[in-house]
């Protein structure tokens, strides 16, 4: 499986912290509706909140996949990437749907691309 860092060269959709239990949505994408706005963010807020640390969504530069990690503070010891990963694998696939479309989203309005076909 390939190594994503979610925090490099990409474009940041949003951000959970379990610290600070604060959300973000960048504001470049007000565009999306109303209610995948409302989704998402329920998702990352659980996201961080299982698995402590912080949850982030961003497009991959080059092609606008929507990538999703989790991380910690570096003097968080309680914090534990295998379960946060085998977490993170879990929402890619229960909200395959969504995630797809935000990808699209990204694909078509920002970088002049074609949706990705549905595989």
């Given at each position: 499986?390939?190594?994503?860092?979610?925090?490099?060269?990409?474009?940041?959709?949003?951000?959970?912290?379990?610290?600070?239990?604060?959300?973000?949505?960048?504001?470049?994408?007000?565009?999306?509706?109303?209610?995948v706005?409302?989704?998402?963010?329920?998702?990352?807020?659980?996201?961080?909140?299982?698995?402590?640390?912080i949850a982030?969504?961003?497009?991959r530069?080059?092609?606008?996949y929507?990538?999703?990690?989790?991380?910690?503070?570096?003097?968080?010891?309680?914090y534990?990437p295998?379960?946060?990963?085998?977490?993170?694998?879990?929402?890619?696939?229960?909200y395959?749907?969504?995630?797809?479309?935000?990808?699209?989203?990204?694909?078509?309005?920002?970088m002049?691309?074609?949706?990705?076909?549905?595989?």
């Amino acid at each position: 499986m390939e190594e994503k860092d979610v925090r490099e060269d990409n474009a940041v959709l949003c951000i959970a912290n379990s610290y600070t239990e604060k959300y973000y949505l960048n504001p470049t994408y007000d565009a999306i509706p109303d209610g995948v706005k409302k989704e998402l963010k329920k998702i990352m807020v659980t996201l961080a909140e299982e698995t402590g640390g912080i949850a982030h969504a961003a497009f991959r530069e080059g092609d606008g996949y929507l990538l999703i990690d989790t991380y910690a503070d570096d003097n968080d010891f309680y914090y534990d990437p295998i379960n946060a990963g085998l977490r993170v694998r879990q929402i890619e696939r229960e909200y395959e749907e969504i995630l797809n479309a935000l990808s699209n989203l990204y694909r078509v309005m920002f970088m002049d691309l074609p949706p990705i076909e549905d595989q």
